[in-house]
Nanobody, 124 residues
Framework: QVQLVESGGGLVQAGGSLRLSCAAS????????MGWFRQAPGKEREFVGT????????FYADSVKGRFTISRGNGENTVYLQMNSLKPEDTAVYYC?????????????????WGQGTQVTVSS
């Protein structure tokens, strides 16, 4: 059984930073992608970025490019989302997810396993 657990969310002022963690368990993820998505109130869930374990490749949505960075932890099954220069429009529930697809998947349908989400609130 695959489990994903996000942590690190909270309240931060605009311009501040937060680091989210996603701990995965249940299998070896070394050949998969770990993606981050977010859902703001009243909006559809949207792609934030993805990280491919093999090679460490990343891809980001334009809205977060240059501000957010995905990296891996020392263990094989932990990924971080470092969020800098946060804006009020970054306020959302953030989810991590795992995809077994090749490449750098950006669609929700390409991700088979999801965490429960962690709330990020950016005040102006």
């Amino acid at each position: 059984q695959v489990q994903l657990v996000e942590s690190g969310g909270g309240l931060v002022q605009a311009g501040g930073s937060l680091r989210l963690s996603c701990a995965a368990s249940g299998r070896t993820f070394s050949s998969y992608n770990m993606g981050w998505f977010r859902q703001a109130p009243g909006k559809e869930r949207e792609f934030v970025g993805t990280f491919r374990w093999q090679g460490g490749f990343t891809f980001y949505a334009d809205s977060v490019k240059g501000r957010f960075t995905i990296s891996r932890g020392n263990g094989e099954n932990t990924v971080y989302l470092q969020m800098n220069s946060l804006k009020p429009e970054d306020t959302a529930v953030y989810y991590c997810a795992v995809s077994t697809r090749l490449g750098l998947p950006v669609r929700q349908s390409e991700y088979a396993y999801w965490g429960q989400g962690t709330q990020v609130t950016v005040s102006s």
